[in-house]
């Protein structure tokens, strides 16, 4: 059982429970689970209401699609994400649809929408765990992306699994409380 840190403040138990797990059970996700995430997702608030926010997901199914998600992630991150029953790979639109100009809040509104997301998975018991170690590069080769779509993160999402499958060194993390700095830190 991960050790919860102590809260300088109460806060909503939904948000107390997340994590990001490396060691994710075998239990599958179905695809009804996965289009309430993303439902939950597609209600964030976004700049002009662009939506800029996109996925290419797949449930660990052994279909094409899920090899090449995986095989975008970095090395470390394949260790243990390939445990995880479903891969996303999250995407902005860089222009807003109206105008073509810069949307300079893309990245802010997927951020937003994942958000969400991660609220849905935690009351689903669902447990989220985002990533910056793969190759955008591979990403948008390997998915053919259009010059506006930006690879942002990808996400590995399941059910809490035994720390034990995991190497040492990704266990350690597992068992460790939770850090932040001090809540008066952050106001300037
Ligand atoms: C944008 C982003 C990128 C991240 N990239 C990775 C990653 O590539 N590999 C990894 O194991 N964890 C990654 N993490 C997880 C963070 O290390 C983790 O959220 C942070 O240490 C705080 O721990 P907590 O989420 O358990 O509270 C990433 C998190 C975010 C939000």
Not at 26 to 41: G, N, Y
Not at 76 to 93: D, F
């Amino acid at each position: 059982m991960k050790p919860r840190p102590r809260y300088s403040h109460p806060i909503h138990e939904v948000i107390q429970k997340r994590w990001s797990p490396r060691a994710f059970s075998d239990r599958p996700v179905s695809e009804e689970q996965a289009l309430t995430l993303f439902e939950a997702a597609r209600w964030a608030a976004s700049c002009f209401n662009e939506q800029p926010w996109r996925f290419i997901w797949s449930l660990k199914d052994g279909s094409a699609k899920y090899q090449k998600l995986f095989n975008c992630l970095n090395e470390s991150n394949q260790e243990w994400a390939g445990s995880a029953p479903l891969l996303i790979l999250t995407l902005t639109k860089t222009t807003f649809s109206a105008t073509g100009k810069a949307n300079r809040w893309a990245s802010h509104d997927l951020g937003l929408a994942i958000g969400n997301l991660t609220t849905q998975a935690s009351l689903m018991d669902l447990y989220v765990h985002n990533m910056a170690g793969f190759s955008r590069k591979e990403a948008t080769a390997r998915f053919d992306l259009p010059e506006d779509l930006e690879p942002l993160t990808m996400i590995a999402v399941g059910w809490l699994g035994d720390p034990e499958t995991l190497s040492d060194k990704d266990q350690q993390s597992e068992h460790q409380v939770q850090t932040r700095k001090d809540l008066a830190d952050l106001f300037l």
